[in-house]
């Protein structure tokens, strides 16, 4: 924020209550005066509705050009509705971090306010004095005795109550509206700094102190201020105060330079007083030392204190002959290991530290020999080219000389960084140093699961303690040197997918003579087999005890549990991996067995659930297509996606043997067995998606070792279709990719890239546009190099 550096930023409950008093006051145009000009006060009443819907949309810098329109065009003499759009004004500003433009708006409108005040006391004066006169007319009567005994006659007039209650209400208004402003105001002077912008929200926060409006969290903010400003406003007015002297002196310095004279010559009494009309005495040449002599300095003539001299010099003679850094190094050394961005502490110790960090600060002060032996005042980086391998650090210190004077010097110290690999990283390069392995595994043909888990894991980061990974058949081996780092690894695990963990220990030596054994553990993590889009035929049993769902459903998301949908019905339920490990089943059928089939009709039936519109659609297989004209009836979740003409895929179930237990079970229900849909649709299909086409996205991949299991030409071609279904995946749902890490794909086309681009637009061209999802630049996140992961080539 802007302000000064040494200012505290406010409290969090202080800015939440400030962004909910910001909310913009909707005031209604009942209290418009009824002379004003009604045209110009319904102009300004549009241009503060239409500002207060772009406030609460988050457009402040346009809701603010809004409300100055609407304070262009309300008359003048409206002062409670100006104070209202001020007040609006400032809370814009609030929001812009424009300070100042907030503490000149919010006083603009209390003053309004103030001002408001003033004139309903005059016109409150005056019907009292007029009251009072019609009175004392009443008195002077002549009075029946009957009439005296009855006493005063009673106000029956029902007006005298409504323009009571309605000047209530208007106090009222007006002080919600002061509270409002003040605490505004109050606000953008603490975020000012300054000791008068911190005084006057010290005022301000007394003011709101004393008022009785308030709300319970509004209270809480006002006390909190009042206790954490005085500290601040204190600190400020010495830093002023200071830097004020100092002004005057170096002032002072360059006037009696010519003179052979500065301000060290002359004593401050202790009864200064800044007031112009208080005599101001000043004692030249007065020695503070009691009675003393003024001295030239033996080396350059200047006058000094005798009795204060370090051997009749001066403090810049002394500067000069005096070297209180003598014995420090100018130069050190400090190891870097490349393979993990560490630092060495001497003796054995590696710490991670960023570039100019104050971790890395301290490891360089640590470095310098005989630096204890001073006062260090300042250490701060001084800027290096970042392939010259060199790190400067300028340090200014105090150390005292001879005769008690205080002497300050600064210098630079230049340190080498000189590559040395760290232990850990050491052994990583040599076979079986790990102390524990996780073995991730899931027993599916595919590898769709994992790829969303290496995206995940590699957003988070949980990889870093790792000394290697290895690609097995069924999945992903990871070694670490430590047993906690497995285990917060298989924590991750667990909050990210479905997962059943067994661990086991390998004895590797002991010492009978101390009963001291050193293990490697294992962990076998075996991921849930059902993947995303797979059709799942769910027991009856289990399929009643998760909320009593059809048995034939479709897995849209694997979480920590399996998330399972009825496309017929849209209900949905989760399947915990305790609960399925209690009784694992297979799904009945996996994303490879899609077929494409073609939207002939379509009508959404309005009932909604979350992202999905239930729909009854009228579908034919693509493959059928002029060939015959079968057709097929489906209800389906994505009512809301689907247009006549769309292709979209699903699993055929007419005609094909499935050979599950499951689903003979569910045929032979009585209440399910005449459920059993002829089609189940899944995803929407993008045909005319431009095949080989540049991306302006990619993924990041892990770096693994692929051992000896080096794939076949139709393995790879299979994992390379794989990846690119996943990043379909990617592209066409918004959910996850919220969860996963994009990067803007910066690399330049290689030749044979943009021959098979242009092969593919003009294959494209010439039957229909690239109908496939694209990804907004917005989403992306700058691509930075990273020495433990690989760029993936193929995004």
Known sequence: ????????????????????????????????????????????????????????????????????????????????????????????????????????????????????????????????????????????????????????????????????????????????????????????????????????????????????????????????????????????????????????????????????????????PDNFNMDLDTPMGMAPMVATGGAGATILCCNCGVPIDGTASAGALCYDCIKSTVDISQGIQREATLHFCRDCDRWLMPPASWVAAAPESRELLSLCLKRLRNLGKVRIIDARFVWTEPHSRRIKVKITIQDSVADGVLMQQSFEVVYIVAYQQCRECAKSYTANVWRAAVQVRQKVTHKRTFLLLEQLILKHQAHRDTINIKEEKDGIDFFFAQRNQAEAFIHFLKSVVPVNIKDSRHLISADTHTGNKSYKFNYSAEIVPICRDDLVALPLKLAKSIGNISPLVLCWRIGTSVNLLDPSTLQTAELSSDVYWRAPFQPLAGATELVEFIVMDIEPTGVRKGKWVLGEATVARASDLGVNDNTYFARTHLGNLLRAGDSVMGYMLTGTNFNSDALDAIENSRAYGSTIPDVVLVKKHYPNRRKNRRRNWKLKRMAKDEGELLPKAADQARMETEYEMFLRDVEEDEELRAALALYKNTKKKKPQQQDADAMSIAETDMTAEDDGPKISMDELLDDFDELDIQDDEHA
Request: net charge negative; hydrophobic share 40%; aromatic share 4%.
């Open 1 to 268: 924020m802007p302000g000064e550096a040494t200012e505290p930023a406010l409290p969090k409950e202080q800015r939440q209550d400030e962004g909910a008093d910001e909310n913009v006051e909707l005031e209604s145009a009942a209290r418009l005066t009824l002379g004003s000009p009604q045209s110009m006060v319904a102009q300004s009443n549009s241009h503060k509705v239409e500002a207060n819907n772009l406030f609460t949309s988050g457009k402040y810098d346009v809701a603010l050009s809004k409300y100055d329109e609407a304070v262009a065009v309300c008359p003048n003499y409206l002062d409670y509705e100006l104070a209202v759009l001020r007040s609006n004004i400032a809370a814009c500003h609030l929001k812009l971090e424009e300070w100042k433009e907030a503490v000149s708006s919010a006083t603009s409108a209390l003053d309004g306010l103030d001002r408001l005040e003033r004139q309903e006391k005059e016109q409150t004066a005056s019907k009292a004095e007029e009251a009072s006169v019609a009175k004392a007319e009443v008195e002077g009567e002549i009075v029946s005795a009957g009439a005296a005994k009855a006493g005063p006659a009673l106000s029956t007039n029902p007006d005298d109550d409504a323009i009571e209650a309605a000047r209530r209400k208007r106090q009222d208004d007006i002080a919600r509206i002061r509270a409002k402003a003040l605490m505004r105001r109050a606000r953008a002077r603490s975020e000012l700094g300054g000791w008068s912008n911190l005084e006057g929200a010290i005022e301000d926060y007394k003011r709101l102190a004393d008022m009785d409006n308030l709300t319970v969290s509004d209270k809480k903010i006002v006390q909190a201020q009042l206790r954490a400003l005085p500290p601040r406003a204190k600190a400020a007015q010495e830093r002023e105060t200071a830097e004020m002297w100092a002004k005057l002196k170096d002032l002072g310095n360059g006037l009696l330079k010519p003179f052979g004279l500065s301000t060290d010559n002359f004593k401050m």
